[in-house]
């Protein structure tokens, strides 16, 4: 599938967006059908995400979820009614088998990376897999996290950037480790946990919603293949990540902008390569 997405005709770069969380069906199909007459329009190769349960949460009586199997049914059914593919987090082994019947892409949250049992499981399905790259590690030791997915017979890998953890309660994005990671495998960009403010006194999670373009544009510009954004019509009323994700409403534009710098870098590289 990964070469599907990097491979499109337009030259456009792929989209991975959703909710944080699956809250509802309506939430779910409303989001995925907003989102895709945006990325109908600009060419852009989308794929749905949503979680079908939140395993990392900061408090105990934080939301995680509405049931595995009632969210990854709406999972499911998000696909078959909008033709496109799906990804969700998985956080065990035994995890892996269970999402790969209703979505398309598993991902490995960035705290698992190095797991290997969850990534050779992951691997096992088929099913592309998507390796956060952890808040703790450089851009060259994900070599070795896709390394155990490929030798484990699946070529069908990519890895996100995510942040890198600065101080004790905030992230930073280093671009320069993208162009490292495409050495090992395509590289998406995930924009709005990027900029998450984790570990705050209250136990929830802020975010610096405002540098959403700021980031999204770096990584286009340095060369991402793909992009990763949550997204929800109230973030201030999402039962997760709420301060970091993106106004839907704001998403088009956004996406448009992203879009027309894409297809620079693209003429750029064109005339760099002498063609």
């Known amino acids: 599938m990964i070469e599907k997405l990097i491979n499109a005709d337009s030259g456009n770069f792929f989209l991975l967006a959703g909710p944080c969380v699956i809250e509802g ?36 009586d934080s939301f995680t979820g509405i049931g595995d199997e009632a969210a990854l049914k709406i999972l ?5 009614t909008f033709h496109v593919p799906v990804v969700t987090d998985i956080h065990t082994p035994d995890e892996a088998a269970m999402a790969a019947e209703f979505v398309d892409v598993l991902q490995i949250p960035a ?27 450089s ?54 946990h990027s900029l998450q403010q984790p570990n705050q006194a209250s136990g929830v ?3 610096r919603p405002e540098l959403i373009e700021t980031i999204a544009r770096a990584a286009i510009a340095v060369g991402a293949d793909g992009i ?21 409403d704001l998403l088009d534009g956004l996406l448009e ?10 003429q750029i590289d064109t005339v760099n390569s002498g063609q």
């Open 25 to 60: 069906e309506a939430m779910a199909m409303d989001i995925a059908e907003t989102v895709l007459k945006s990325t109908e329009r600009l060419g852009i190769p989308y794929v749905f995400k949503g979680s079908y349960r939140k395993a990392n949460r900061s408090r105990l």
């Open 228 to 248: 990763f954004i949550e997204t929800h019509r109230t973030p201030a009323t999402a039962k997760s990540d709420g301060a970091n994700m993106l106004r839907l």
């Open 205 to 207: 999670t802020g975010g």
């Open 76 to 80: 499911r059914k998000v696909g078959e």
């Open 139 to 192: 851009p060259e030791a994900m070599e070795h996290a896709v390394n155990k997915v490929r030798d484990a017979g699946n070529n069908d890998v990519a890895i996100t950037e995510r942040g890198t953890t600065f101080g004790y309660q905030d992230l930073i994005v280093d671009v320069r480790g993208i162009p490292v990671m495409r050495r090992f495998a395509p590289v998406i960009m995930d924009v709005t």
């Open 111 to 137: 705290f698992l990376c190095r797991q290997t049992d969850l990534l050779v499981a992951a691997a096992r399905t088929g099913r592309m897999v998507n390796i956060k790259k952890g808040q703790f590690l």
């Open 257 to 266: 902008r992203l879009t027309a710098l894409r297809h620079a870098v693209n």
